[in-house]
């Protein structure tokens, strides 16, 4: 079986199991509170496997679905299976980081290894084509990726209350797949170093505020 398929299959098994099941739910998801105090890493890479709802899960596989074939294509199976769990724990471990003085936070999905895979498509490959919601336009890849990178940065320097999206994770994960993919094909990096550097200006500046002025974290 298709590897992708094999993940794809196996996350929304867990999913729908959890969505039934308050238990494993709560034992499984990220909490910083259970990580920290009670040492449960195993948080960190099964709440990939975990969903909020039914459009969680499909939006997380479908965008899986789409860009996973080219990182298989571009780096194998195992590079595949590298940069999505990697960045799962990543984003994961990141956003840990980040809160690590709010024993209460908790998140859950695949976004962190989704957003991996698809920006290690993106660093192959900085004039894929990416359509949203249905706008039959498509919008550059490095472009959207300096949007996303823009957002996810603005979002974590200036939280809304009821924001519910894990926007160090998918930072976190993003991360991951830019870097994995920039040393494995270095000479492919080279070549798209201007459309690298235009996406990593919103990173440079989250290091900026998270190293040096101490902003968060």
Do not use: C
Request: aromatic share 18%; glycine share 10%.
């Amino acid at each position: 079986m298709n590897i992708l398929i094999l993940i794809i299959i196996v996350t929304a098994v867990i999913s729908f199991i959890a969505f039934n099941n308050a238990g494993i739910f709560e034992k499984y998801k990220f909490s910083v509170g259970a990580i920290l105090n009670r040492k449960e890493y195993i948080r960190l890479l099964s709440a990939g496997f975990l969903h909020a709802d039914i459009m969680h899960l499909l939006f997380n596989m479908l965008t899986l679905y789409f860009f996973g074939p080219i990182v298989i294509e571009g780096f194998g199976n195992v590079g595949f299976l590298l940069i999505y769990f990697g960045s799962i724990l990543l984003g994961n471990i990141f956003s840990l980081f980040i809160y690590q003085k709010q024993p209460w936070y908790s998140a859950i999905g695949a976004s962190g290894g989704v957003s991996g895979i698809l920006f290690a498509a993106i660093a192959m490959i900085p004039n894929l084509g990416i359509y949203l919601f249905f706008i039959p336009i498509p919008i550059p890849g490095y472009v959207f990726g300096l949007v996303y990178f823009g957002y996810s940065v603005y979002m974590m320097l200036n939280p809304k209350e009821h924001d519910n999206i894990g926007h160090a994770a998918h930072l976190g994960g993003a991360f991951f797949g830019l870097v994995y993919a920039v040393i494995i094909q270095p000479e492919r990096a080279m070549q798209n170093a201007l459309y690298l550097g235009i996406m990593a200006i919103p990173l440079l500046y989250l290091s900026y505020e998270i190293f040096i002025r101490k902003r968060i974290g």
